[in-house]
């Protein structure tokens, strides 16, 4: 498996993307620009990845802008045919945006920016991985967390150290404490964490490498 990271005006976690993918868990990566077209070298198998930020200045909104790139086009087209997509923070808002995914992300309840530690769960395991964000509370209709609940589409939600759900964990006001989900697809992955900023024990931390194996990017 081989990896594309877009980069827009604005993305300031692409570097940070490569360094953990290529240095870290030892992939190939190819850095993409956001006015190329061209993903011919990229199969189902391989993983696009759009990378936190502030793509575009944040204008309009959050990913809005971005949704429009020549790229993002591409990174559609590839995720319909059965490529991979991870949205990580600025990546999931813009992944929202273009129908990739359900939701929204909004401003977090505090209205203030958030750059910490963070303790999230896939139900089964519970990591450590930061956050860095402003715009990071999920949001979404009943229905639509209904059918993510019915379809195991949540991938991660935020929890205490021992695990608990409970609204004290939650960082930004995210609705059932959602931070990270998928499409029903299972091809799609969007999260508000930084596990790029987890991967190297040079930071003490390798939680992140167990989340890209979580989702399969590390075959």
């Known amino acids: 498996m081989k990896f594309g990271v877009v980069v827009f005006p604005g993305s300031n976690c692409d570097r940070d993307m490569q360094d953990a993918l290529q240095e870290d868990l030892n992939k190939e990566v190819i850095m993409l620009w956001h ?3 061209d993903l011919s070298m990229f199969g189902t198998n391989d993983c696009i990845v759009l990378p936190g930020g502030f793509s575009y200045g944040d204008y309009l909104r959050c990913g809005a802008i971005a949704r429009f790139s020549p790229m ?16 990580v923070c600025n ?3 813009i992944l929202c945006e273009s129908g990739l995914l359900p939701g929204v992300l909004l401003q977090n309840k505090n209205q203030q920016y958030i750059c910490k530690n963070v303790t999230i769960t896939n139900g089964v395991e519970v990591f450590t991985i ?3 964000h402003g715009d990071g509370r999920y949001y979404a209709s009943g229905e639509v967390i209904e059918s993510l609940q019915k379809n195991n589409q949540i991938l ?8 608990n759900v409970v609204e004290e964990a ?22 508000m964490p ?4 987890a991967s190297s024990p040079l930071l003490g931390n390798t939680d992140g490498e167990k989340i890209f194996e979580l989702l399969g990017l590390l075959t």
């Open 35 to 37: 006015k190329d077209k």
């Open 72 to 87: 993002m086009e591409r990174v559609i087209q590839f995720a319909n045919k059965g490529g991979k997509v991870l949205g």
């Open 91 to 93: 990546g999931f808002q």
């Open 130 to 132: 930061p956050i860095a």
């Open 156 to 163: 991660f939600r935020y929890c205490d150290a021992a695990g």
């Open 170 to 191: 939650n960082p930004n006001g995210a609705i059932y404490n959602i931070a990270g989900i998928q499409n029903e697809a299972g091809n799609v992955f969007g999260m």
């Open 194 to 197: 930084h596990p790029e900023r």
